[in-house]
């Protein structure tokens, strides 16, 4: 009996031992706060459901400079949220607020403008069971002609000094937790 316990015990050590191996455990969805059009505005919160491992809705509202904002989408991710990746890639697509015009001393020109908003993002998990991190965004906003009629009207009007013109594209940044 002495020998079983002897040889057993001087075996080399993989490092695989059952402690460390995390079991894969289904996320129901996320929420946390954030920057840009992902959390509805300059600054914003955030909510996500995953009724599929890999497929998400999620719906946002956040403070725009000049009114509340809000997006709503889906997300389709490479990996699943179950504690065994820490990295994971996404494609969603977006329809919310999109594009915002504000014109300090003069009336007619603040405005929120609602689109489609399709664009990737990466969500970076922390921790031992990644359950809380960062999510990076990078989107694609198809803004309305509305919009782009009222810029061509700002930039038309001579008592408007253009502090900022129109971006192609939009990023986000958003700390999030899954329960």
């Given amino acids: ?6 040889e057993q015990n001087n075996k080399p050590d993989t490092g695989k031992t059952a402690k460390n191996k995390i079991n894969p455990i289904r996320r129901l ?8 059009l992902d959390y509805g505005g300059i600054i914003g919160v955030k909510a996500s459901f ?12 956040g403070w725009e400079a000049i009114d509340f904002g809000w997006n709503v989408g889906c997300l389709a991710r490479l990996f699943p949220a179950d504690g065994r990746h820490g990295w994971r890639p996404y494609l969603k697509v977006m329809y ?11 009336n007619g020109y603040n405005h929120l403008y609602y689109g489609f908003t399709p664009g990737i993002g990466l969500e ?12 990076l965004d990078l989107n694609f906003p198809f803004r309305s002609p509305q919009y782009f ?8 009007n001579p008592e408007i000094t253009m502090k900022s013109t129109p971006t192609p594209v939009a990023f986000s940044l958003g700390y999030l937790v899954e329960f």
Avoid: C, H, Q, W
């Fill in 96 to 106: 919310g607020v999109n594009a915002v015009t504000e014109v300090t001393g003069l």
């Fill in 149 to 156: 009629s009222m810029i061509n009207s700002m930039k038309s």
């Fill in 50 to 61: 995953y009724p599929i491992s890999n497929l998400g809705v999620f719906a946002a509202v």
């Fill in 1 to 6: 009996m002495n020998e079983a316990v002897m």
């Fill in 29 to 36: 969805g996320d929420g946390g706060v954030g920057i840009g």
């Fill in 124 to 135: 970076i998990r922390f921790g031992r069971f990644k359950k809380s991190g960062l999510n």
